[in-house]
RNA sequence: GCCGAGGUAGCUCAGUGGUAGAGCACUGCUCUGAAAAAGCAGUGGUCGAAGGUCCGAUUCCUUUCCUCGGCA
């Protein structure tokens, strides 16, 4: 049976080194799982390997979406699988890196996505309407997703409404069956609160050493509105507003670490339901458990 | 020292003679092609201190301490 490993953690918890490092020793290639790496052009503000901290390993699904089209977990899935077959035919071990939660289950559940292309005419015709109004049609076109949905969650909502409109049917009822093609061992980086509010600091000070962040996004903005921008939340979100003069620079600072620490406690939400995680505080443990998994 | 403004939740502030709210923070949670997104819920205050009036004061009065302006 094909193996495949996963290496997940919250934001600044050190899962690119502990990758590399596992990746080196165990004959291993690593499939990134991070929502904002996967835009060229996102280098500094979403904290991308460097070549140099590569280390020869190769890395994939970084660098394959251009920031002027959204990407999705769908795209994500397909584009992953590929990377996973093709490490395992070369007789390499997938590492699954990274820290998106969604992305991450696509692949060790195997969930099937809808197959309706998010059409954002509709979208922005259907986001006129209020979460009230949104819901009352669901309900009557589609009862049986009206039950679950988050009735205020206007993005939800409109996802419905979008499958539901274009297929003409239900929303299909989710599956969650476990992935059948491989056995999975999933590593969880864990690090203490406090631990990861000194990183998240020293990071996002290292970040902005030389005006490095801020010229990327700069750059960024020269194909992109300052609305798409802060779209992608955090450093970009932020660095945006304050190029726009909306923040100051202080501001700028203390909103990254509130929300990345608020980020961290929702990727935590996330992990915690999904018990094959076993979790781990450094290179040893981790390293113990690969080898009872091979 | 005098004059004025103010002291209410961790922060910024609203408010009322019948023991208090908001936003943010904080804590927990949700997650069907935007997921660093988008949502939901909850905790929290002897209303600066001491007296007085009143059936009752955070709200009115007095004193006191502190902060910020202006004048000396």
Do not use: C
């Amino acid at each position: 049976m094909n193996k495949l490993i996963v290496i997940l953690g919250p934001t600044s918890s050190g899962k690119t080194d502990l990758s590399v490092k596992l990746a080196k020793k165990f004959k291993g290639e690593v499939v990134s799982a991070d929502s904002r790496q996967v835009y060229k052009g996102m280098d500094v503000g979403s904290g991308k390997v460097t070549k140099k901290e590569m280390a020869g390993i190769p890395h994939y699904l970084l660098d394959v979406a251009s920031t002027r089209q959204r990407f999705s977990v769908a795209q994500y899935q397909k584009l992953a699988m590929k990377a996973i077959k093709k490490i395992q035919t070369n007789n390499k071990i997938p590492f699954v890196v990274g820290g998106t939660g969604f992305y991450i289950q696509s692949i060790t559940d195997g969930v099937v996505v809808p197959e309706v292309k998010p059409d954002w005419r509709l979208r922005e015709k259907l986001e006129k309407m209020t979460v009230v109004e949104m819901f009352e049609k669901l309900k009557k076109l589609d009862p049986k997703r009206a039950e679950s949905i988050d009735q205020k969650n206007p993005r939800r909502l409109v996802r419905a409404l979008e499958i539901v409109l274009k297929t003409g049917k239900a929303v299909p009822s989710l599956g969650k069956n476990q992935n059948k093609k491989f056995e999975i061992l999933e590593i969880g980086i864990i690090k203490s609160r406090t631990e990861l509010k000194n990183r998240i600091h020293l990071r996002l000070v290292k970040r902005l050493k030389n005006n490095l962040m801020v010229k990327e996004i700069e750059k960024l903005h020269k194909i992109l509105s300052w609305k798409r921008l802060e779209e992608f939340g955090l450093e970009y979100r932020f660095v945006a507003q304050y190029l726009q003069g909306k923040i100051t620079y202080q501001e700028m600072m203390d909103k990254i670490e509130i929300e990345s620490i608020q980020y961290v406690k929702r990727q935590e939400t996330w992990f915690k339901r999904d018990n094959r995680i076993k979790w781990v505080k450094n290179y040893i443990e981790a390293e113990k458990l690969i080898k009872k998994f091979i």
